[in-house]
């Protein structure tokens, strides 16, 4: 049984576009997170969403909307992809005041 | 400014040896930390944490990490490493309700 799922797995597309990457978990968690990792492995937080509501929304791009449906599902929304945000995209969940995080099996983003 | 330090890059050891994984933190109070590991195409998983108590904690695949306050440091320990050791490993520390990460050890296993 998986913890935390995302798909795809690995996501090429051209400049311009427009994708999602979807997270799912099942540990009933109430936290969800969104963590780009860069092809430097540097690992950075983009958001966190607590019962649905965004609690934290680091510097970010606008082109990037989370979107969370319900407290399982944390997806990432991304407009007009660009060369830069090619990297591999991990979601993760907690329980809010527990911060052992689980996280997804990462989405690696390819803008061509 | 709040962070997480990893000051090896690249650490290279041969399979049987003992290894240890430098982390210093540099935060105001004592913070949760942590260790996470990703093997190549996989994502995160948490080895160890402390939260309090015991400065010594034990991990998964036998890892073990000693808090050190008076060093702000949380290194992580193996007495002898396996091929399947080869990985990267992020310390992290927990900030206001979310992980800051280290920039990443990669651990190479020499035959």
């Known amino acids: 049984d998986t913890a935390v799922s995302q798909t795809p797995k690995y996501l090429v597309t051209q400049m311009g576009n427009d994708k999602s990457i979807k997270c799912e978990q099942n540990?009933?968690?109430?936290?969800m997170y969104w963590y780009k990792q860069d092809s430097k492995k540097f690992l950075k937080i983009m958001f966190s969403y607590n019962n649905k509501e965004l609690i934290i929304n680091e510097t970010v791009p606008n082109r990037f909307s989370p979107k969370s449906p319900d407290k399982a599902h944390l997806n990432l929304h991304i407009n007009s992809l660009e060369l830069g945000d090619s990297a591999v995209y991990f979601c993760?969940?907690?329980?809010?005041?527990?911060?052992?995080?689980?996280f997804g099996q990462g989405t690696r983003l390819t803008v061509v | 400014a709040q962070s997480v330090t990893q000051p090896d890059i690249h650490i290279t050891v041969s399979e049987g040896a003992s290894l240890e994984l430098r982390c210093n933190y540099s935060y105001g109070a004592t913070p949760y930390l942590f260790w996470y590991v990703q093997s190549p195409g996989q994502g995160l998983q948490l080895l160890l944490k402390?939260?309090?108590?015991?400065?010594l904690v034990q991990g998964i695949k036998g890892f073990e990490a000693e808090f050190k306050r008076s060093q702000s440091s949380f290194n992580l320990r193996k007495p002898s490493v396996h091929w399947s050791d080869a990985a990267e490993y992020f310390c992290?520390?927990?900030?206001?309700?979310?992980?800051?990460f280290g920039k990443g050890t990669r651990l190479h296993i020499l035959p």
């Open positions: 540990l009933g968690h109430d936290t």
């Open positions: 993760a969940s907690s329980q809010w005041g527990n911060t052992e995080a689980f």
């Open positions: 402390y939260f309090s108590g015991d400065t």
């Open positions: 992290a520390v927990d900030r206001d309700d979310k992980i800051i």
